[in-house]
């Protein structure tokens, strides 16, 4: 079973519903899908997805598993650090997972990976850095 603050916070945030993102999973881990659209395309050569994109992907994981794990949906990016490790494909979706690594008083430490064939061949991680109540 979902919390439903995460699907109300999907339907409520302009860019949640921008990205089309749906969850998979919020137990133990906050796993996600977003599903491939054109106006993701980063480099047309390629038809890679966009940077910005998959780092948004990721912001986006972090703070579903933040809401989820300190059941608030009071919560401020602070930082992110996104590694990109190889190409995201156009037409193929993303899969996304982010792990609530420390959650204090009122900071909250998220590290968030998203791949596209298999989680062991991830196409970005990120560690991520939220504010909250």
């Given at each position: 079973?979902?919390?439903?603050?995460?699907?109300?916070?999907?339907e409520e945030?302009?860019?949640?519903?921008?990205?089309?993102?749906?969850?998979?999973?919020?137990?133990?881990?906050?796993?996600?899908?977003?599903?491939?659209?054109?106006?993701?395309?980063?480099?047309?050569?390629?038809?890679?997805?966009?940077?910005?994109?998959?780092?948004?992907?990721?912001?986006?994981?972090?703070?579903?598993?933040?809401?989820?794990?300190?059941?608030?949906?009071?919560?401020?990016?602070?930082?992110i650090n996104?590694?990109?490790?190889?190409?995201a494909l156009?037409?193929?979706?993303?899969?996304?997972?982010?792990?609530?690594?420390?959650?204090?008083?009122?900071?909250?430490?998220?590290?968030?990976?998203?791949?596209?064939?298999?989680?062991?061949?991830?196409?970005?991680?990120?560690?991520?850095?939220?504010?909250?109540?």
């Amino acid at each position: 079973m979902i919390n439903q603050k995460l699907i109300d916070f999907l339907e409520e945030t302009p860019y949640a519903r921008n990205y089309g993102t749906e969850i998979i999973t919020s137990i133990p881990e906050t796993e996600c899908v977003t599903r491939w659209q054109n106006i993701f395309t980063g480099n047309p050569l390629l038809r890679a997805w966009h940077g910005g994109v998959v780092s948004g992907v990721l912001e986006l994981t972090g703070t579903l598993a933040v809401i989820n794990s300190a059941k608030t949906k009071e919560c401020a990016l602070l930082s992110i650090n996104t590694s990109y490790l190889r190409p995201a494909l156009g037409d193929k979706s993303l899969f996304s997972r982010a792990t609530v690594v420390r959650s204090g008083k009122r900071v909250h430490t998220v590290s968030a990976v998203v791949w596209q064939n298999s989680p062991d061949e991830p196409t970005a991680i990120a560690s991520l850095t939220f504010a909250g109540k």
